[in-house]
């Protein structure tokens, strides 16, 4: 029996997609999340052997949770959930350690391939997604890595607050790190990515995926 957890923040996504895995009598869905955060503590707390993590979440992004949860409890498989079909939400998913990417749109048909693909180890991706892939490779060449990467982990959580217009002493109360610290850190990302203020950050983290429009 896999055991799931499934991270939305939006009930009736969790509720659908509760009803289409414990219809199988090899998945059951054992814990759910509202948020990121959230997700990261019931997945660490809890016997769970696989979580559904939606990409754009409130105080974590499905992706930031992803990246933590691969680093701290490596065994958990991972797939995505979006409504985007988007590249750069593709790539940085994988990057963070997702077993697949899964399409709100079919989820109702794809997600228990999804899930029993990735308990065996292999990935899952929707078709679109093989075709960008390979053409995101083909593209790139011998090119160096892209620089997704220039904001540290600490970084992109304190962007994302930002972006969200949570002020520096609401930041600092959520992340248990001094004013200070979030101005330093502030100022650190506005110089990293050549910005001048929050609406620049803001556009940034929506590009990201961190946020949504």
């Known amino acids: 029996m896999t055991r799931i957890l499934i991270a939305d923040d939006h009930a009736i996504v969790r509720s659908g997609l509760k009803k289409v895995l414990d219809a199988k009598p090899d998945l059951e869905v054992v814990a759910e999340a509202e ?3 959230e997700a990261v503590e019931k997945a660490l707390k809890e016997d769970v052997h696989l979580a559904i993590l939606d990409v754009s979440m409130p105080r974590k992004t499905g992706i930031q949770a992803a ?5 701290r409890k490596p ?3 991972v797939l995505m959930l979006s409504m985007h079909d ?3 939400f593709l790539f940085e998913a994988l ?3 997702a077993s697949g990417y899964v399409l709100k749109s079919g989820a109702d048909t794809d997600i228990v391939d999804a899930v029993r693909s990735a308990m065996r180890g292999d990935s899952y991706l929707y078709p679109s997604a093989v075709t ?3 053409r995101d490779y083909v593209e ?3 090119r160096g890595e892209e620089q997704f990467d220039v904001l540290t982990p600490r970084e992109l959580e304190v962007l994302k607050l930002i972006a969200e217009a949570h002020t520096s002493k609401e930041i600092a109360k959520e992340l248990w790190i001094s004013i200070k610290t979030v101005e330093r850190h502030r100022q650190n990302i506005l110089d990293k990515l050549g910005m001048r203020d929050r609406v620049e950050l803001t556009r940034y983290a929506i590009r990201r995926g961190l946020i949504q429009p």
């Open 140 to 142: 790139r060449g011998g």
């Open 67 to 71: 990246a933590e949860l691969h680093k």
């Open 95 to 97: 990057k963070a350690g």
């Open 75 to 77: 065994e958990l498989r």
């Open 86 to 88: 988007s590249e750069q």
């Open 132 to 134: 960008a892939m390979v």
């Open 35 to 37: 948020d990121g955060a």
